[in-house]
């Protein structure tokens, strides 16, 4: 990472800024609020704000403006800062970089570093860095290797002694790449200007946070604080970890219970397994990974299950207890298994909304806690924009990163830029993984009735050298009527490399008769997806029976 | 589906429809999607065996016995070697004594391979084509001369003939060289070497050497030019160069090979710097040159161009109206995916009633060097040099994410190039784990016309290496018409 000074606004440091902004008076922060605004007063419904805003933003004098240096925008409208960003992960970073950018003022606050979350914990870089996606991935990687030493063997490979796992070595590994993570993240920041407070964030009113006491008063306010792993309050809880916990075990679980069917639940279930762990799934319904694709809901039970990992299905826990010898039992409707070393819970993430002051300025939230925003991301309350998990869409970095990026954009470059949260492809680095875009056969038939669905399920290359029972799965749904592909799934090795480059296809609204006209990379797996040439069944909604097989492979095999 | 062919009458006075002369990919795609139309089709093809010969081939042709398949496994198998170095600081402990058993391997190899050659037979007899083992030669623009393993010669009438033949590996004309060998039976070889020399810089050059540096051996690659790799993008050739390098290959650009001889030591080989090497295998991955020479096609009066590759019109039609050719032996571009297509469209146009060119535009294609390379479109070369706007380039060169913990010094580099006035993706490309895989979506897009904008309102994928392919927000480079790069 490139560490030049950049711009010379850029010469005073964050802690020069910091100090100056603490001997600036804060008080008269709401007086200005009050006073008469240049913007007309409109209601503070989301609903009706989406059309009277796109004209007031482009004709009223935005804090971007002509306020390309800092001075300007800092000191000449009485506001401490622009933007004040509650929260420095992907959303709080990408927002607070873009709109400083833009030419705003910005400043950010975030807790102090620490590898598990807690109300007075977190770290710049925030779930994704620390607790989530990298550290994941990193634990995928490294659990990897054991189905490649198997796979190995087909290929001629033997070792004198089985390869051995030293849990330390990854961990001290992965943490150290963690450090250097979160401070390429704080680098990033001071390089574009912003502002960086360490500290637990509050919103006082609309315009003014308080970060540990300290006031700061900002034109608008983003909140980005993401959300955190949620555990259903049974007896013996307390004996249990979470997904921040599982990510920097001391030790490796020698037999892990792991509660819940969602895409943490399976990726943990992959790791463990493949670091030599015996690995319990607790799983409420039938399948694992309610919201996806049946077939793949299948299809990824499986191939788990061959790397042996056990599943118990609509199981629910309902009490753990801890034995004299410090073994778990997990108790479900069911009945009880015992020895566990380990009991984790991966049963839902929620909005970090508690102790942010929101009720009181007035922020909406749903049911569930998650703030409630409209298409712009911008809240209840005029001034609030919230972006990422705590807004609770689509909780995935790449989506946080849009919706902050479109969030400074409209604020602070005069484009108002709704985020697009159609097609958002999203993978699962279970093992093997699984990659998707667009829309699942059962909603693809929900919608659009008349639906083609081509499936392929194989042995792939390396598999069939290798001797193991992985295979590869992959779906197209393809709308009758129009030939658009309106999803495409696959499970197997690759499949979230795959499936990128797949999205942009499926975001421009191609239709099969192009995924056809491309020619295949020989010999990938991702081929496959290009030479489906007969749909596996012709789904009608007017048909007497719902699913029309076509075996007539013939007629379309031109 | 209506048989076109009886309701014309003329099939009565031919053997078949369509007699091929060539099972590899081509040949067995036209011949089923021919049978598949309702056209009577035999095919013919030489006697299996892996290394292939005049009398020598083997229903899959190159693809699947002397080509991508076995290649793609040997690539696996010796892509463990950098997965061991990497497991290390992700924890592993893995004893010091790792033993390859090339024997096994190569055992493993030849039976999947064989259970491929089974699966293209089986395909087909399953869609109704007739298949004749040996040696077919024209005996004029309606019949085919076939010399049977036994050396019976039997003769077959057909309306239309096809040509897929494929081609083989050629050899350099230098003293010493029944001494080296091709790429055939590098894929057989008996005993794996422990020092090995590859002439070429062409992409079986490339995947051999990375191949036996994977299982072990030293490598030492010979090549004309100042980069392997000839025709692909001149930075992602660079980057391609600096990996075999990073994984112990020594490269010797702008030299080649003078003189092989025999020794107790091995191969002595003695390059055009005057400098000496001793191998146990030498490899000459120096091109492919079309299976034309044993046709007979003068008795159908067949043309082929300067380097025997059949010439052919844009729907694979010869200068005989009823002779045909596709894949390898017309030398268009050498690839499966193509001589499949070729094979369709000629099958459409002869068969279905549906006159279809191939398109040749935006095909992707892949070299398994480890890391591989993987490209569609045009290089920054080839669209400057056809450029009519400027060109934007976005390029990205990072470390990918597993390299972070396990230390390897080694860049994942991308690139897109992009047409300023349409904004239209016209060339990506890719160096790194997983870039054919990569790669073939975005072929899809591209081939499409998708543009930069296009690519950009596509989210990521959050880890993966492609979904830089989606956040190259900065543009690297402007080309302005006629600039030189």
């Known amino acids: 990472m490139a560490t030049s000074l950049g711009a010379p606004r850029l010469s005073l440091s964050p802690k020069t800024l910091q100090a100056l902004r603490r001997t600036l008076p804060l008080s008269f922060s709401k007086s200005l609020h009050s006073k008469p605004l240049l913007r007309p007063s409109i209601s503070h419904s989301p609903i009706l704000l989406r059309l009277p805003r796109r004209r007031r933003l482009s004709s009223r004098p935005s804090a971007s403006a002509g306020n390309n240096s800092a001075a300007a925008s800092s000191g000449g409208d009485n506001y401490d800062f622009d933007l004040f960003t509650i929260g420095a992960g992907s959303g709080?970073?990408?927002?607070?970089?873009?709109?400083?950018?833009?030419?705003?003022?910005?400043?950010?606050?975030?807790?102090?570093?620490?590898?598990?979350?807690?109300?007075?914990?977190?770290?710049?870089?925030?779930?994704?860095?620390?607790?989530?996606?990298v550290p994941k991935k990193l634990m995928v990687y490294a659990s990897k290797f054991s189905h490649e030493f198997e796979e190995s063997h087909g290929f001629g490979w033997s070792y004198e002694t089985d390869p051995k796992h030293d849990w330390g070595t990854l961990i001290a590994n992965k943490n150290a790449e963690l450090q250097r993570l979160t401070g390429i993240y704080k680098n990033i920041l001071k390089n574009a200007g912003v502002t960086l407070i360490e500290g637990r964030g509050k919103i006082i009113d609309p315009h003014t946070v308080s970060v540990d006491g300290k006031l700061y008063s900002a034109r608008h306010i983003l909140i980005a604080v993401g959300g955190r792993p949620n555990m259903p309050n049974i007896p013996g809880i307390e004996h249990a970890i979470d997904s921040d916990a599982a990510l920097d075990l001391s030790v490796r679980p020698d037999k892990i219970a792991i509660v819940g069917g969602g895409y943490i639940a399976v990726e943990f279930a992959g790791i463990f397994n493949g670091l030599m762990s015996e690995v319990h799934v607790f799983i409420r319904q039938k399948k694992v990974l309610r919201g996806f694709d049946e077939e793949i809901r299948d299809f990824v039970g499986e191939q788990m299950s061959l790397r042996g990992i056990e599943f118990h299905t609509e199981e629910s826990p309902q009490a753990i207890t801890k034995s004299e010898d410090g073994s778990l039992s997990l108790k479900t409707n069911k009945g009880t298994v015992s020895g566990f070393s380990h009991i984790m819970f991966a049963t839902g993430r929620r909005p970090n909304t508690k102790n942010l002051g929101l009720e009181d300025v007035g922020v909406k939230l749903t049911n569930n806690g998650a703030i409630m925003v409209d298409e712009y991301s911008r809240t209840s309350v005029e001034s609030i924009w919230a972006v990422g998990d705590v807004t609770d869409r689509i909780n995935l970095t790449p989506v946080a990163l849009m919706e902050g990026g479109?969030?400074?954009?409209?604020?602070?470059?005069?484009?108002?830029?709704?985020?697009?949260?159609?097609?958002v492809p999203s993978a699962v680095f279970s093992q093997p993984p699984i990659g998707q875009v667009g829309l699942t056969e059962e909603q693809a038939i929900e919608e659009y009735g008349d639906v083609d669905v081509y499936t392929a399920n194989f042995r792939p290359l390396k598999a069939t050298v290798s001797g193991l029972p992985d295979r590869i799965y992959m779906k197209l749904l393809v709308c009758a009527n129009s030939g658009?592909?309106?999803?495409?799934?696959?499970?197997?090795?690759?499949?979230?490399?795959?499936?990128?480059?797949?999205?942009?296809?499926?975001?421009?609204?191609?239709?099969?008769?192009?995924?056809?006209s491309t020619v295949g990379i020989h010999p990938t797996a991702a081929e496959e997806l290009v030479t489906m040439r007969t749909p596996t069944r012709k789904i009608r909604r007017n048909s007497s029976s719902d699913e029309e097989k076509v075996k007539d492979a013939v007629k379309s095999t031109t | 589906m209506a048989r076109k062919m009886l309701r014309d009458g003329e099939t009565e006075a031919y053997d078949y429809d369509l007699f091929v002369i060539g099972a590899g990919s081509g040949g067995v795609r036209a011949s089923r999607t021919s049978a598949g139309f309702g056209a009577k089709v035999a095919i013919c093809e030489l006697p299996f065996h892996p290394i292939s010969s005049e009398t020598i081939g083997g229903v899959g042709g190159?693809?699947?016995?002397?080509?991508?398949?076995?290649?793609?496994?040997?690539?696996?198998?010796?892509?463990?070697?950098?997965?061991?170095?990497?497991?290390?600081?992700?924890?592993?402990?893995l004893s010091e004594d790792i033993n390859f058993n090339w024997k096994k391997l190569l055992n493993n190899k030849t039976q999947e391979i064989q259970r491929l050659n089974g699966i293209y037979k089986r395909l087909l007899t399953n869609a109704g084509v007739t298949?004749?083992?040996?040696?077919?030669?024209?005996?004029?623009?309606?019949?085919?001369?076939?010399?049977?393993?036994?050396?019976?010669?039997?003769?077959?009438?057909?309306?239309?003939?096809?040509?897929?033949?494929?081609?083989?590996?050629?050899?350099?004309?230098?003293?010493?060289?029944?001494?080296?060998?091709?790429?055939?039976?590098?894929l057989s070889l008996e005993e794996l070497p422990k020092r090995a020399v590859i002439l070429g810089g062409g992409y079986i050059a490339v995947e051999f050497a990375s191949i036996w540096r994977g299982m072990g051996a030293t490598v030492d690659l010979f090549y004309r030019k100042e980069l392997p790799l000839r025709g692909f993008d001149d930075e992602m050739r660079a980057v391609v160069a600096k990996n075999l390098e990073?994984?112990?290959?020594?490269?010797?650009?702008?030299?080649?090979?003078?003189?092989?001889?025999?020794?107790?030591?091995?191969?002595?080989?003695?390059?055009?710097?005057?400098?000496?090497?001793?191998?146990?295998?030498?490899?000459?991955?120096?091109?492919?040159?079309?299976?034309?020479?044993?046709?007979?096609?003068?008795?159908?009066?067949?043309?082929?161009?300067?380097?025997?590759?059949?010439?052919?019109?844009?729907?694979?039609?010869?200068?005989?109206?009823?002779?045909?050719?596709?894949?390898?032996?017309?030398?268009?571009?050498?690839?499966?995916?193509?001589?499949?297509m070729e094979g369709t469209c000629f099958s459409k146009t002869v068969f279905g009633g549906e006159p279809t060119k191939p398109d040749y535009k935006d095909i992707p294609c892949a070299v398994f060097s480890i890391p591989p390379l993987s490209v569609v479109g045009l290089s920054e070369q080839q669209a400057l040099e056809q450029a009519t706007s400027d060109i934007l380039v976005f390029t990205s060169s990072f470390t990918p994410m597993k390299n972070t913990i396990s230390g390897r010094q080694e860049k994942t580099v991308m690139k897109l190039v992009v047409d300023s006035a349409t904004d239209r993706v016209i060339g990506a490309s890719m160096c790194g784990p997983d870039a054919p895989e990569i790669m073939q979506g975005i072929g899809v897009a591209m081939k499409c016309g998708a543009t930069k904008k296009q690519f950009d309102s596509t989210v990521g994928i959050h880890p993966s290496a492609a979904e830089e392919f989606v956040t190259m927000r900065s543009v690297t480079r402007r080309l302005t018409v006629g600039s030189k790069i």
């Open chain 1, 406 to 423: 479109a969030f400074a954009k409209t604020v602070f470059a005069n484009e108002p830029t709704k985020p697009d949260h159609r097609e």
């Open chain 1, 92 to 133: 709080g970073v990408r927002a607070s970089r873009f709109a400083a950018n833009f030419g705003a003022s910005v400043a950010v606050c975030e807790l102090p570093f620490a590898t598990i979350s807690s109300d007075s914990t977190g770290g710049v870089g925030g779930t994704c860095v620390l607790r989530g996606c």
């Open chain 2, 246 to 340: 990073g994984r112990g290959i020594e490269l010797h650009p702008q030299s080649t090979l003078t003189e092989l001889s025999k020794t107790d030591e091995g191969i002595k080989v003695v390059t055009d710097h005057g400098d000496v090497l001793v191998a146990d295998v030498v490899l000459f991955a120096t091109g492919r040159a079309p299976n034309t020479k044993r046709l007979n096609l003068a008795a159908a009066g067949v043309e082929t161009d300067k380097t025997g590759a059949i010439k052919v019109d844009e729907y694979s039609c010869t200068n005989i109206p009823s002779i045909w050719a596709v894949g390898d032996v017309t030398n268009r571009m050498n690839l499966t995916p193509v001589a499949l």
């Open chain 2, 62 to 93: 190159t693809c699947v016995i002397r080509g991508c398949v076995p290649k793609k496994i040997l690539v696996y198998g010796s892509a463990f070697r950098g997965e061991f170095e990497d497991a290390r600081n992700f924890g592993w402990e």
């Open chain 1, 484 to 516: 658009k592909v309106l999803g495409v799934h696959m499970c197997g090795d690759d499949s979230p490399e795959i499936i990128q480059g797949v999205a942009i296809a499926v975001k421009a609204g191609l239709t099969k008769a192009q995924f056809d």
């Open chain 2, 131 to 186: 298949m004749i083992e040996g040696e077919g030669k024209l005996a004029g623009p309606h019949e085919v001369e076939v010399t049977q393993p036994d050396g019976s010669v039997q003769k077959y009438t057909a309306k239309h003939i096809l040509i897929a033949t494929g081609s083989r590996a050629q050899r350099v004309k230098i003293p010493g060289e029944e001494l080296a060998i091709t790429s055939d039976e590098a």
